[in-house]
């Protein structure tokens, strides 16, 4: 146990620990976005209410959110310690600073990111996970009438909207950071796996961002 323990806190330890829990998030956001947009099947919220409860009924479920929990908060604590470690391993800048020739704006601005992003998760947890189990139950709420009341406040939306595009900068470096810690990336490949990451970061964040724009200004005839 104590090399296990040795090897997860080693630096090609906490690499490979925050590159498998970001694949496992990335798997998470697909399923999450399948889920959401059967927000569109119907105007009442019939599927997307049947499809909430489902879930809601299946113990097991519950024992998933507890482990993604567990996901989010490690690789934030993993990511800020990769950020604190690389920092002070450099406290002196260099008399010229190329770092923007030597990274990408996606990697510079990774800590930004993903703060922001844990920022909105905070908020999204509170509007629709506390604000459904906690709050709705007891006016007589649907999931879905939450979805509406929320995404039909032009502020929240806003906010919604901005997460989503900066999660997809986040997500499309993490793609590339994860492929070449497990060693995917390869000359021959590196090009298609850009590509798939940029795909990939633009669906999910478009995906997301379509839902507010949806009931802000088209839902019930607000067009």
């Known amino acids: 146990m104590g090399w296990f323990l040795q090897s997860l806190t080693s630096s090609i330890g906490k690499k ?24 569109y099947a119907d105007s009442t919220g019939e599927w997307f209410n049947a499809y909430a409860g489902t879930l809601g009924s299946i113990p097991l479920i519950r024992v998933i959110e507890a482990l993604l929990g ?42 930004f990111t993903g703060s922001t992003i844990f920022i909105f998760l905070v908020i999204h947890l509170r509007t629709f996970w506390w604000g ?60 298609l796996l850009e590509t798939l990451g940029t795909i990939y970061a633009i669906v999910m964040a478009a995906g997301f961002a379509s839902i507010p724009i949806y009931f802000l200004l088209f839902y019930g005839g607000n067009g």
């Open 16 to 39: 490979i620990l925050m590159a498998s829990t970001g694949i496992l998030l990335i798997l998470f956001l697909i399923v999450h976005l399948v889920g959401n947009l059967t927000l």
């Open 70 to 111: 567990l996901l989010f908060l490690l690789h934030i604590i993993y990511a800020l310690r990769l950020w604190y470690e690389n920092k002070k391993a450099r406290p002196v800048k260099y008399a010229v600073n190329a770092s923007s020739k030597n990274s990408t704006i996606f990697s510079r601005t990774m800590v």
């Open 132 to 191: 459904h189990n906690f709050v709705g139950h007891a006016e007589g709420h649907t999931l879905f009438d939450l979805v509406v009341e929320s995404f039909q406040t032009p502020w929240y939306s806003i906010v919604y909207i901005i997460a989503m595009i900066i999660m997809g900068f986040h997500l499309n470096h993490a793609f590339q950071s994860a492929m070449q810690t497990f060693g995917w990336r390869h000359k021959k490949y590196t090009p």
